[in-house]
């Protein structure tokens, strides 16, 4: 089940952005949706670089199992926010401190994703902005994010934000090769 089809199941509709857009952190609640976003966006974004079977391989179940996790641990490190309009989920970003630096920087950008109908509507740079706020306001000084190296959306929307490209290289997930970018914004205090 993609989001439009959880959308759909509640009776909602995925339109252009209209309306203001409300970001605010995330709560157990949210687990579906953003796990709905999260499928939806990566079998958008990842096809021809991950194997189709994978992305049509993953469950909402599992993902929202995932999320209601993370949204229900209780940790100042960590942060997640959504983006709504008129109380549709239309994305999410998350964040966090890090115990020991990574390439020097103390916190990470851990996860945005869009409903593809609502990307390059400026709600992706919102949400960073949300979370390195938070991230700074709980001490970090920088942040870091990791991208797969072939996603060049990304690479784009992260190098229009100001980060500075770090390293390329290549990591396993879940059972795949795969090659990675690490960007970094040497400063996310203002």
């Known amino acids: 089940m993609n989001v439009r089809e959880v959308k759909k199941a509640r009776g909602l509709d995925i339109t252009n952005v209209v309306g203001d857009v409300v970001i605010r952190r995330a709560t157990v609640a949210d687990a579906g949706v953003i796990a709905a976003v999260r499928i939806d966006s990566w079998r958008t974004t990842y096809r021809g670089i991950i194997p189709d079977d994978y992305l049509d391989g993953m469950k909402i179940e599992d993902s929202t199992a995932i999320w209601s996790r993370i949204l229900s641990a209780t940790s100042s490190a960590a942060n997640v926010f959504v983006a709504e309009v008129d109380g549709e989920v239309l994305g999410f970003a998350a964040g966090m401190t890090l115990a020991e630096a990574k390439l020097g920087y103390d916190s990470e950008l851990t996860a945005i994703y869009?409903?593809?109908?609502?990307?390059?509507?400026?709600?992706?740079?919102?949400?960073?902005?949300?979370?390195?706020?938070?991230?700074?306001?709980?001490?970090?000084?920088?942040?870091?994010v990791w991208v797969l190296a072939e996603n060049r959306q990304a690479r784009q929307f992260y190098e229009m934000l100001g980060a500075e490209l770090l390293v390329e290289q290549p990591f396993s997930w879940d059972g795949l090769d795969l090659q990675e970018a690490g960007y970094g914004w040497r400063t996310i205090r203002t």
Do not use: D, F, W, Y
Not at 119 to 139: C, F, K, P
């Open 114 to 144: 869009l409903e593809p109908s609502v990307q390059r509507a400026g709600i992706g740079r919102r949400l960073v902005a949300h979370v390195a706020a938070t991230l700074a306001s709980a001490g970090a000084n920088n942040m870091l």
